[in-house]
């Protein structure tokens, strides 16, 4: 397409004008059906190109249909008077929220919202007593750090979260990897799968809740060892309504006929369902 374009610029004819002399407004509609990549590339032809691809006509149509509401709650000060072009750049992200508990950003070729919490901002059986667990920097993590649990014979992590979600079809899943390992600058340090246990004998158990009333719940023996893995909770469906749907969650494995251990929790993530499924 983009050959074919630049093509059509050149183009004259003794009946009038080529393609690159049209007004800026018919090119601001052209800029509008292509995407974000092609409307900066686009934008290098002439001066009419790029004073369309400035305009809020082409960059509202990049935009999640109820962005103004989610620029309200997390960016409310550092949008006043800027351009569409500016919120689509600002959405991007990352914007952290919540005392830097919570991340959101937006796909820049999809326009699909994206949403990561930390572990700290999940209730967790023990957390803060080092008997049980470690908080551990590492350059894995969004949040650059992971909670790594020692040993424990009753675990439960649980979050919720209140938002103005775009409407469409969403997938929780939990961020967690068996084998105490993290990298810094790039380098492994560290890979203790020797610590690893309990996690063969009882299924660990996820579950979902919406306030409009979907529920989903799970459970999976956790076994990859090595390696990040996302377990996949549920999926939810928000309505075109622009009302805030609230989303309750939990992981746990309460039998306490054994000790569990050597497992590290990074994030609870929120994603576009296709996101999971092609994966």
């Avoid at 080529?18 to 290098?44: D, H, M, Q, T």
């Avoid at 340090?189 to 063969?200: L, T």
């Avoid at 989303?247 to 576009?272: E, N």
């Amino acid at each position: 397409m983009g050959a074919g374009l630049s093509s059509l610029l050149d183009t004259r004819d003794d009946n009038g004008p080529g393609l690159g002399e049209l007004p800026e407004n018919c090119v601001a509609v052209i800029l509008g059906r292509l995407s974000p990549p092609e409307i900066c590339k686009f934008a290098k032809v002439n001066k009419t190109f790029y004073g369309a691809s400035l305009g809020d006509v082409v960059w509202e149509t990049k935009l999640p249909s109820n962005y103004e509401v989610i620029v309200s709650k997390l960016c409310s000060e550092c949008s006043k008077g800027v351009s569409k072009k500016d919120v689509y750049h600002m959405l991007c992200g990352p914007i952290r929220f919540d005392a830097g508990t919570k991340e959101m950003w937006m796909e820049r070729k999809s326009g699909k919202m994206f949403m990561s919490i930390s572990w700290k901002g999940l209730r967790i059986t023990g957390i803060n007593d080092r008997r049980y667990w470690s908080h551990i920097p590492t350059d894995e993590s969004r949040f650059h750090s992971v909670a790594y649990l020692h040993q424990i014979w009753w675990l439960e992590a649980e979050g919720e979260v209140e938002f103005n979600f775009p409407a469409g079809d969403y997938s929780l899943v939990f961020r967690l990897r068996l084998g105490k390992s993290s990298k810094r600058l790039g380098m492994r340090v560290g890979n203790y799968v020797d610590k690893v246990h309990g996690w063969n004998i009882k299924p660990v158990r996820f579950q979902l809740s919406a306030s409009n009333g979907q529920h989903s719940s799970c459970e999976c023996f956790l076994k990859e060892v090595g390696t990040w893995k996302n377990y996949h909770v549920g999926n939810f469906t928000v309505g075109t309504g622009h009302i805030p749907i609230k989303i309750k969650f939990s992981m746990a494995q309460i039998h306490c006929t054994h000790t569990k251990g050597g497992l590290c929790l990074d994030s609870v993530i929120i994603c576009p369902c296709e996101s999971v499924e092609g994966s």
